[in-house]
């Protein structure tokens, strides 16, 4: 509802028709059903999409900012910006903690100086990665370096990013439907996307937090599932996401015909949905306009970005895969796309504003017996065992808080890492399965000093447990 106050409020005076009064009237009033044809057609394509609650952006690059064609179309159409290439690791962390923010500063000043909101791209992905991180073989240098990515380059975004794509392209081509190969699977194992996701929600929980993949198109393939398991997986365990971007690279058939299936699909297991990269070779205004649609009929898929603004500008700019040619015209797919965010059959996003995710229902949570074995002057050993009364899991994160400045000095059958008085131990690899009412123990060794109480927090993955 947010979204579609902001968008009227930056639609010029004049443009504002007594239908889109009534329209935003209504939906504040909790209407929020759309009448085909209540509001006034727009001119242009982020005015358009605006008029069902919806952006429409593009990716763009801070080198061609200065380019006066390129940039009036930026600020005449779109209403959110990607930047290209600007977020990407090797630009924004080319060695270890040396951070360059200027080219995509550059970009972040333009939208907020346009009224333009920003998708952040990318904070984990196995390409435009430096050599620095992609040599890295220890987990804990690994995880540590991960985690300090991410956290650095959101708090400096802190508020003005609509939503990062968290981690990218995780997932494997073809039909394995697995994690692909890559630095953080090989080092880190499956649980790099969940920490990479816990981790981006402390930075900034304002931010939507998206999973962003391509060929996830079709209900039918392989890595689509790959990807909907996870993501189902990540709602049942309360793992934050907010969203999963179709990066939308299409041939020149356009989308799969189950497309709207797919976005359906992925929205009814409590996320949005975005198109975050659409770009179609030749630009066929069947395909776009069939692309748009799917879209405007689900009512969580929030917006589109297509992947560049002329042919020129493309990644692909031999498919002419744009909505404007090299010389800033529109092309015919333009009027396809712009007829088809006005189209009758569209229902407003309803998306609700992130929160911590509430775990599923009968989720009964977890009971943790945690038992010192032995104590000796300035040590301590101790046991503890989880029993998950919850949905079944493949991973597991137990964490709790010291009240008596204890620390983990050496620990066996879990990874357990701790900052200040805050404990988080994880599962390894033989035990991280836990079906309903399974339990499994694991060790530590750790130092106290003056008393040592033991903790009672224990929660297993963000749900709180019983303990005794
Ligand atoms: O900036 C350097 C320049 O200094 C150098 O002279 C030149 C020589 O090749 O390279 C320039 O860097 C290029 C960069 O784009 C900026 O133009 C890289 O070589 C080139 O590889 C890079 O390509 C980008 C590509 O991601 C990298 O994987 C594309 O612009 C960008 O559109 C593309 O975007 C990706 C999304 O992030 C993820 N999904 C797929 C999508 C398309 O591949």
Known sequence: MKRLIRGDRRRPLAAASAAAAALAAATLAGMAMLVPGSAQAASTLG?????????FGTAVAAGKLGNSTYSTILDRE????TPENEMKWDTTEP???????GPADQIVSHAQAHGQRMRGHTLVWYQQLPGWVSGIGDANTLRSVMDNHITSVMNHYKGKIYAWDVVNEAFADGGSGQHRSSVF???LGNGFIEEAFRTARSADPS??????DYNIENWSDAKTQGVYTMVRDFKSRGVPIDCVGFQSHFGSNGPPASFQTTLSNFAALGVDVQLTELDIAQAGSTQYGNTVKACMNVSRCAGITVWGIRDS????????PLLFDGNGNKKAAYSAVLSALGSGATVPPDSPPPSTPTPPPGNGGCRVTYAVSSQWQGGFGANVTVTNLGSPVSSWTLTWSFGAGQQVTQAWNATVSQSGANVTARSVDYNGSLSTGASTSFGFNGSW????????NFALNGTACSSG
């Not at 060695?95 to 923010?101: E, I, P, Q, Y």
């Not at 931010?207 to 962003?212: E, V």
């Not at 500008?313 to 002419?320: I, K, L, P, V």
Request: proline share 4%; with cysteine.
């Open 47 to 55: 005015a358009q999409a605006a008029q069902s609650g919806r952006y």
């Open 78 to 81: 779109f209403n959110m910006i």
């Open 95 to 101: 060695s270890r903690g040396s951070f360059n923010f």
């Open 185 to 187: 699977q090989n080092v």
């Open 207 to 212: 931010a939507k937090l998206c999973y962003n």
């Open 313 to 320: 500008d493309s990644w692909r700019s031999g498919d002419n």
């Open 449 to 456: 000093n003056g008393g040592n109480p033991a903790p009672s």
